[in-house]
Nanobody
Framework: QVQLVESGGGLVQPGGSLRLSCAASGRTSTINVMGWYRQVPGKGRELVALIINDGTTTYADSVKGRFTISADNAKRTVILQMGSLEPDDTAVYYC??????????????WGQGTQVTVSS
């Protein structure tokens, strides 16, 4: 099993920045991809960004150019740096992890979620 613990989040004004961090522990040798999803009430969870151990990144179109995902593989930590935040970015952000093999993703681990609110 792998445990994911998120930190960061909170209230920020439109146009501001925020940093989320997620640390993995447990059987981390079994994962090679980590990332972030988000969810607003009444909707399903949607991809924000993913990063594979080799540095390959994937972003949702809605956050490209504003958010940056990075990872410290030695510390098994993934960071989401969010900039130019908009009210539509308000959501619960979840860390997610798993493995990708031959292009097939199996992201079976979830964090507990952290609230991000963008409001003036």
């Amino acid at each position: 099993q792998v445990q994911l613990v998120e930190s960061g989040g909170g209230l920020v004004q439109p146009g501001g920045s925020l940093r989320l961090s997620c640390a993995a522990s447990g059987r981390t040798s079994t994962i090679n991809v980590m990332g972030w999803y988000r969810q607003v009430p009444g909707k399903g969870r949607e991809l924000v960004a993913l990063i594979i151990n080799d540095g390959t990144t994937t972003y949702a179109d809605s956050v490209k150019g504003r958010f940056t995902i990075s990872a410290d593989n030695a510390k098994r930590t993934v960071i989401l740096q969010m900039g130019s935040l908009e009210p539509d970015d308000t959501a619960v952000y979840y860390c997610r992890a798993g493995y990708v093999l031959y292009g097939t993703y199996n992201l079976q681990y979830w964090g507990q979620g952290t609230q991000v609110t963008v409001s003036s």
